[in-house]
């Protein structure tokens, strides 16, 4: 599950992992980065507004080595022992945030992201798309160094998601604009339109 900041990421990851498990499956979500004392260390980091000038190309090698860590120590046991796995942001974030909005190249991501993780793209990328100013009042919060960045880096980092939904197989969008219940339905309908295609191979 991904998207800009304030698409509601976190509460559709919720839902639908309370789906899977009504479903009778097992179900096991993370936050990247975090999820592992390493990640949460780098994420730390990462989102304090202390460490203003960190540039594009640092985000990408703090990211992807907390990704790294997640996949060795949550998610690969997880899918060993046939769990479903829901995540909150994978690489999709950092192709929109770094590779687009910060400049890095999408391109760079992907190809560091085959370097360093087992797996690149997961089963199924949901992005959860809103606009900046739907996305903004959406979060009655202290914001963190990511979310403080400017209305222009944001409209970028939108348009890199979109983009991934238009070029990248498996990556799809989903009007987040709408109710939390008519969300979670379309996500919900994609999720079992792909469990029905794995099922039928």
């Known amino acids: 599950m ?3 900041d304030g698409c509601g990421k976190s509460t559709q990851t919720d839902r639908l992992c309370r789906w899977l498990e009504g479903q009778g499956a097992s179900a096991a979500t993370f936050r990247d980065p975090g999820a ?4 949460e260390k780098i994420r730390k980091i990462l989102l304090d507004p202390v460490h203003e000038s960190m540039g594009a190309d640092v985000e990408v090698l703090l990211y992807m080595a907390a990704r790294a860590q997640l996949w060795k120590e949550k998610i690969a046991p997880a899918l060993e ?4 796995v829901v995540m909150d942001r994978w690489i999709s974030s950092t192709c929109a945030y770094q590779g687009c909005a910060g400049g890095f190249g999408v391109e760079k991501v992907i190809r560091l992201g085959g370097d360093c993780l087992e797996r690149v793209w997961p089963d199924i ?3 959860l798309d809103v606009d900046p100013d739907t996305a903004k009042g959406r979060m009655d919060r ?3 160094r990511m979310e403080q960045k ?3 880096y944001h409209r970028r980092v939108r348009e890199g998601f979109l983009e991934l939904a238009e070029t ?3 990556v799809v969008k989903v009007d987040a604009a709408d109710s939390i219940e008519a969300v979670h339905e379309n996500i919900v309908s994609i999720v079992a339109g792909l469990i029905g295609s794995e099922g039928r191979k």
């Open 2 to 4: 991904d998207g800009p």
């Open 168 to 170: 990248v197989d498996r």
């Open 36 to 39: 592992t004392a390493v990640g």
């Open 125 to 127: 990328t949901i992005i």
């Open 150 to 152: 400017g209305a222009d």
């Open 81 to 84: 022992r046939g769990e479903c």
């Open 142 to 144: 202290e914001l963190d």
